[in-house]
């Protein structure tokens, strides 16, 4: 049950930095060193979730 729990709060981590991903790139001059850092970190929370679900 805390391992569902636990996945559910990444995935709803990984929804968010998709939004301000998302939001960022709305802006008519998008900050890319802010984005690169939204999009490391929404890859490494993408790595974690799959890391969870296969083991």
């Given at each position: 049950?805390?391992?569902?729990?636990?996945?559910?709060?990444?995935?709803?981590?990984?929804?968010?930095?998709?939004?301000?991903?998302?939001?960022?790139?709305?802006?008519?001059?998008p900050?890319?060193m802010l984005?690169?850092?939204?999009?490391?970190?929404?890859?490494?929370?993408?790595?974690?979730?799959?890391?969870?679900?296969?083991?």
């Amino acid at each position: 049950m805390a391992l569902a729990a636990h996945l559910k709060e990444l995935n709803n981590k990984h929804a968010r930095l998709d939004d301000k991903i998302e939001n960022e790139l709305k802006h008519p001059a998008p900050d890319a060193m802010l984005l690169t850092e939204l999009k490391k970190q929404k890859y490494h929370l993408k790595q974690m979730i799959s890391e969870l679900q296969s083991g």
